[in-house]
């Protein structure tokens, strides 16, 4: 056992050590303000389940292995040019099919490197470049709900207006985070799996934009609600409401996730009978 175990070990330091410009950059990125050191929450989950029960093996036959070494070329190439966060996405790649090799985890890998992935500090970056459009989606979304309620609101931009009030979907109430937490919920039931397709992970990455959309959207519905009330709302009630949304998000979540793999339980039960 430890004659396998010592080789895959430093196997994985010797593997991590070719991108320490990266972790350099993931520790100023994780103290940047932004939330970014949930990403940390990503990176546990992974390791958490893909950790194997009966010790690391390292088999230099594996096509994972290639594939790390395909990766670490391809971050080696980008390094002089591409921007910290495409380097570090390379290299979260790279390394991932080294540990997924090593760790056993291959009936789960494209779990584990979703994962991995999301372990990367991109909420800010996420924040800036979808931030607006899905601030512009929520507003939409909460103005028809509103209307269709009776309350006659309009838009204009990211603003909801009604009752003479202007209530604006601010970049906090954009989903970005929301987004990348249910994400990391999809991958993480997806990892508890014994096996998982390239093709079930990336339809219940699909399935996952959509369920946020819907619960950001009744989240800023209710929100509009509270701030045009009569009465100023009292402080916890913005928390609270968050927290419902996303009980409902996580709730489709794992609705989801039974129907995706319901069929798969079925056809593997009918193959054991047959």
């Keep these: 056992m430890t004659r396998h175990r010592l080789p895959a070990g430093l196997l994985m330091l010797a593997h991590a050590a070719c991108f320490w410009p990266v972790w350099r950059w993931y520790v100023d990125r994780l103290d940047d303000g932004s939330d970014?050191?949930?990403?940390?929450?990503?990176?546990l989950a992974a390791v958490v389940l893909s950790w194997p029960r009966h010790g690391f093996?390292?088999?230099?036959?594996?096509?994972?292995?290639?594939?790390?070494?395909?990766?670490?070329?391809?971050y080696a190439v980008l390094a002089p040019f591409a921007p910290p966060l495409l380097r570090a996405l390379a290299a979260?790649?790279?390394?991932?099919?080294?540990?997924?090799?090593?760790?056993?985890?291959?009936?789960?890998?494209?779990?584990?490197?979703?994962?991995?992935?999301?372990?990367?500090?991109?909420?800010?970056?996420?924040?800036?470049?979808?931030g607006y459009p899905l601030r512009t989606v929520t507003a939409s979304g909460a103005t028809w709900l509103l209307n269709?309620?009776?309350?006659?609101?309009?838009?204009?931009?990211?603003?909801m207006m009604a009752y003479g009030r202007t209530v604006l979907v601010d970049a906090p109430c954009s989903g970005v985070r929301m987004l990348w937490t249910a994400s990391v919920l999809c991958a993480s039931l997806a990892a508890m799996r014994a096996r998982v397709s390239w093709s079930a992970m990336a339809l219940a990455l699909l399935c996952v934009l959509p369920i946020v959309?819907?619960?950001n959207t009744v989240r800023a519905t209710l929100l509009f609600l509270l701030e045009t009330a009569d009465t100023p709302p009292a402080g916890y009630l913005h928390s609270l409401v968050g927290i419902v949304t996303f009980v409902l998000v996580a709730a489709l979540l794992l609705g989801t996730e039974k129907l995706l793999t319901r069929p798969r339980?079925?056809?593997?039960?009918?193959?054991?009978r047959a």
Excluded: H, K, M
């Excluded at 970014?36 to 990176?43: I, Q, R, Y």
């Excluded at 093996?57 to 391809?74: I, K, Q, V």
């Excluded at 991109?122 to 979808?130: E, N």
């Design 36 to 43: 970014e050191p949930w990403a940390l929450a990503a990176l």
């Design 57 to 74: 093996r390292w088999n230099p036959r594996d096509s994972l292995l290639l594939a790390a070494a395909a990766g670490t070329l391809s």
């Design 92 to 130: 979260v790649a790279a390394l991932g099919c080294s540990w997924i090799s090593v760790s056993g985890a291959r009936d789960r890998w494209p779990a584990v490197l979703c994962l991995l992935a999301l372990s990367v500090p991109v909420i800010a970056s996420l924040q800036f470049y979808a």
């Design 148 to 159: 269709l309620f009776g309350v006659e609101a309009t838009r204009t931009g990211t603003s």
């Design 213 to 215: 959309l819907v619960g």
């Design 265 to 272: 339980a079925r056809r593997l039960e009918f193959a054991v």
